[in-house]
């Protein structure tokens, strides 16, 4: 593991449940805040992203980065504001202070690149070649949000569309559409 820019983790070696702890400007930014997961369901689904997507990324393009992986219940309400927190699936199976779980979606995510690599190209890969729950792609350079959930059903590509003011739209990519679409992007 190696840092890159602020917040970003470089793994060319195995990648751990560490890696994905420390990732993140917010978890670099608060090292006081144990940012570990609490719940065995939240170890186990960190895990079967590593093995199921992260992993087999690393493996093909040599590295990946990490931008920002796990968040525990202790470090979420530093996250900044406009994040989906219910849906992202970055808090795994954490459950906040009333006992009920944060991300309403089973599984865990990581926002990744590849350096010298385009989002159209990795997106491309991971659409042809893994088993995922949701992919965000953003644009041609912007890391990805990708999912892995074991009780997935149908993969979902996702576009996020700029719209005035600099946000962004979802616009979820039917099959036949998504080679097209991130071809664009390469």
Do not use: W
Not at 2 to 19: A, F, M, P, W, Y
Not at 29 to 43: L, M, V
Not at 101 to 121: H, L, P, Q, T
């Amino acid at each position: 593991m190696n840092q890159s820019r602020e917040g970003e983790i470089i793994c060319s070696e195995q990648i751990v449940i560490d890696d994905l702890c420390k990732a993140g400007k917010t978890a670099q930014a608060y090292p006081e805040i144990d940012n570990t997961p609490k719940s065995k369901e939240s170890i186990k689904a960190l895990d079967q992203l590593i093995l199921n997507l992260l992993e087999p990324i690393r493996l093909h393009f040599g590295s990946l980065t990490i931008t920002h992986g796990f968040t525990s219940q202790a470090l979420i309400n530093k996250v900044p504001a406009g994040i989906a927190r219910n849906l992202d699936q970055h808090c795994a199976h954490e459950a906040n202070s009333r006992g009920n779980r944060i991300c309403s979606r089973d599984g865990a995510s990581a926002d990744i690149y590849v350096r010298g690599v385009s989002a159209g190209e990795l997106a491309d890969y991971i659409h042809h070649n893994l088993m995922f729950d949701r992919m965000y792609v953003y644009d041609r350079s912007a890391p990805l949000h990708i999912s892995y959930s074991a009780s997935r059903q149908e993969p979902m590509t996702i576009l996020m569309l700029e719209i005035a003011n600099q946000r962004k739209i979802p616009r979820v990519l039917r099959s036949s559409e998504v080679s097209n679409q991130l071809q664009r992007l390469k």
